[in-house]
């Protein structure tokens, strides 16, 4: 028995060891079954994935035009100025919050809690 080189085996090293096929004798290549890939029949075609490679080829987007929303070119530019105008009102509506809070933390003033003090002790 030759010392043949991986996935190859043979008296000349010459028949391909097929891991999810047969070998064809005529053309001694792989027939890959389901949705493998030659030329060892060990990893799925580009697309395929699966166990077996048996699972339909992955939808994506691959385009523009195939993204589901279609936006007109004329409103591209009113619906950005819309986002950046709800940008920037939040970030108003965020700054008026925290300068409230920050004035409700501040100390009462010395007048409101100096009328609740007792009189001065006279001698």
């Known amino acids: ?52 490679c048996d699972r339909q080829p992955l939808k994506g987007v691959t385009s523009a035009s195939d993204f589901p929303i279609r936006i007109p070119p004329i409103l591209i530019k009113p619906i950005l100025i819309a986002i950046a105008i709800l940008i920037l009102l939040m970030v108003v509506i965020l700054i008026y919050r925290v300068r409230i809070y920050i004035q409700s933390r501040k100390p009462p003033r010395y007048d409101d809690i100096a009328k609740d003090q007792p009189p001065p002790y006279s001698s």
Not at 4 to 33: E, F, Q, S, Y
């Open 1 to 52: 028995m030759a010392n043949c080189p991986p996935h190859w085996t043979g008296a000349a090293c010459d028949w391909p060891i097929c891991v999810h096929g047969r070998a064809n004798p005529a053309t001694k290549l792989c027939n890959c079954h389901n949705y493998y890939s030659p030329p060892f029949c060990i990893s799925c075609l580009p697309g395929y994935w699966g166990e077996s």
